[in-house]
């Protein structure tokens, strides 16, 4: 699964002292609104040690499926050489598949209609055939164009993602975007010589997603398109921007330890 730089992203940091006295009140329990001291509503009083930073990050995946759907019919005077002649094909499409590009039979299948047509009858079938190998497909493709050539119509390969490969790219995209937030945050923290806490709130603010490339999809006629254009526009993005907190450890600590070490 390739991987695209990350898009740059700014930081915003936010370095609050401690409160007037809060080493004296650091064991007290909280007070409710209007309860001695102060009197001030807790939603009013100053917030702890805090750095705030927003983090993004976009991820691609290219498809790992494809489906090639192979077309093929029989127009007869008789009923059982239409059914004999697109019968025959469909076996031997069928083993091609098998063989050369190692496809199980629950990746295979097939849909017949038998008609009446005048005085003739008329056998169409469809042969749909999932890959995950996409150099085995172009194999198969090419194959059966040389040994049945225009007995049969192959069309142009459907890329698609499973869902296990959608939801994986998201769970990295995002992982990815916490990722920067940190490291930014730590950053920031180093700067003015702090020490990074815990998370205190991490938010996915926005998710995006999209496929291949607009300008492609404008400007060719799909069954023009070439295959690694067609696997181009296939391709997804997903783009995560997240919002975090993190603690700044207090420095108290650490000045008493250094007291200590000193003594």
């Known amino acids: 699964m390739p991987l695209v730089p990350l898009s740059p992203a700014r930081v915003f940091a936010d370095l609050v002292p401690p409160p007037v006295g809060a080493d004296s009140r650091e064991n007290e329990p909280p007070r409710a609104a209007g309860e001695g001291g102060s ?5 009013l009083l100053p917030p702890g040690r805090e750095v705030h930073v927003s983090g993004s990050a976009e991820l691609s995946a290219s498809p790992d499926r494809a489906k090639v759907t192979v077309h093929l019919g029989s127009r007869k005077g008789e009923a059982g050489a239409a059914r004999s002649s697109v019968s025959r094909r469909l076996d031997y499409i069928a083993q091609t598949a098998r063989q050369r590009g190692g496809i199980l039979e629950s990746n295979v299948t097939v849909t017949k209609n038998f008609s009446r047509l005048d ?3 008329k056998m169409e079938a469809e042969v749909c055939i999932t890959f995950s190998d996409f150099g085995k497909m172009q194999d198969v493709c090419n194959f059966l164009v040389e040994k049945l050539d225009s007995s049969v119509i192959i069309s142009p390969p459907h890329f698609y993602h499973t869902m296990e490969t959608v939801d994986a790219l998201r769970r990295q995209v995002c992982l990815a975007a916490v990722g920067s937030a940190r490291q930014k945050a730590q950053e920031v923290c ?5 020490s990074l806490g815990k ?3 991490i938010r996915e603010e926005e998710v ?6 607009l300008e492609n999809h404008i400007t060719n006629c799909p069954d023009s398109l070439s295959l690694q254009q067609r696997l181009q526009n296939a391709t997804i993005y997903v783009s995560s921007r997240i919002f975090a907190v993190f603690e700044i450890k207090g420095e108290r600590k650490r000045k008493k330890a250094a007291l200590l070490n000193v003594n």
């Open 39 to 43: 009197g001030i509503p807790g939603s």
């Open 199 to 201: 998370p205190l709130l």
């Open 119 to 121: 005085n003739a009858f």
């Open 190 to 194: 180093q700067l003015f010589g702090q």
């Open 208 to 213: 995006k997603e999209w496929e291949g490339h």
